[in-house]
């Protein structure tokens, strides 16, 4: 059975750098068939894409968010990673990592169980 | 930009069809995909492609389009069902992921 886990830091100081890893085990991120995405939800509000990123390192990113956006994927370790510059308040969300078959515009069909980032000082 | 609209909540009694709408402006180019996220909860994809239905979702959950909306039918409504249901497409380009803003399904 697939299974994706967020880590990170929860706290985040404005101005500064989120960084989250996703880690699959269960399966091979080092797939053809498959994307890897990264998705948001402040709290008490709706989900918001972030980006995916392919096992060949290919990236596709949310406008709003791209000018501070780095995603990348670690085929050795079966990880793929998010960093978003500059946070600030409006970056507190949940952070799910997704896996998308064959396009990164596919819903994901297995999801992390999230993990809560706050901005603040 | 581009956005997907849904009615913010859609209430049904245990037993009744509930039908909650999606709609956009590329939905006719681009596939539709809804999910279901309960309290506390990553979402589940109960649609995927407009129509589809992944394994060990329960059949009474059906995926339609028709143009600019698509719509998310759930028969014989449980309590159980009870959640926010979310859609998501893309643009008509095929180049970002856009989510709808959530509906919430109460089950009265």
């Known amino acids: 059975q697939l299974q994706l886990q967020e880590s990170g830091p929860g706290l985040v100081k404005p101005s500064e750098t989120l960084s989250l890893t996703c880690t699959v085990s269960?399966?091979?991120?080092?797939?053809?068939?498959?994307?890897w995405g990264w998705i948001r939800q402040p709290p008490g509000k709706g989900l918001e894409w972030i980006g995916s990123?392919?096992?060949?390192?290919?990236?596709y990113y949310n406008p709003s968010l791209k000018s501070r956006l780095t995603t990348s994927v670690d085929t050795s370790k079966n990880q793929f990673s998010l960093k978003l510059r500059s946070v600030t308040a409006a970056d507190t969300a949940v952070y799910y990592c997704?896996?998308?078959?064959?396009?990164?515009?596919?819903?994901?069909?297995?999801w992390g169980q999230g993990i809560l980032v706050t901005v603040s000082s | 930009s581009y956005e997907l609209t849904q009615p913010p909540s859609v209430s049904v009694s245990p037993g009744q069809t509930a039908r909650i709408t999606c709609s956009g402006d590329?939905?006719?180019?681009?596939?539709a995909y809804w999910y279901q996220q309960k309290p506390g909860q990553a979402p589940v994809l109960v649609i995927y492609?407009?129509?589809g239905r992944p394994s060990g979702i329960p059949e009474r959950f059906s995926g339609s389009s028709s143009g600019t909306t698509v719509t998310l039918s759930i028969s014989g409504v449980q309590a159980e069902d009870e959640a926010d249901y979310h859609c998501?497409?893309?643009?008509?380009?095929?180049?970002?992921?856009?989510f709808g803003g959530g509906t919430k399904l109460t089950v009265l």
């Open positions: 997704a896996r998308h078959p064959d396009t990164p515009m596919a819903g994901g069909d297995y």
């Open positions: 269960g399966g091979s991120i080092r797939s053809d068939s498959y994307y």
């Open positions: 990123v392919y096992y060949d390192g290919n990236t």
């Open positions: 590329s939905l006719p180019k681009q596939y």
């Open positions: 492609k407009d129509t």
């Open positions: 998501q497409s893309g643009d008509s380009s095929g180049t970002y992921v856009i």
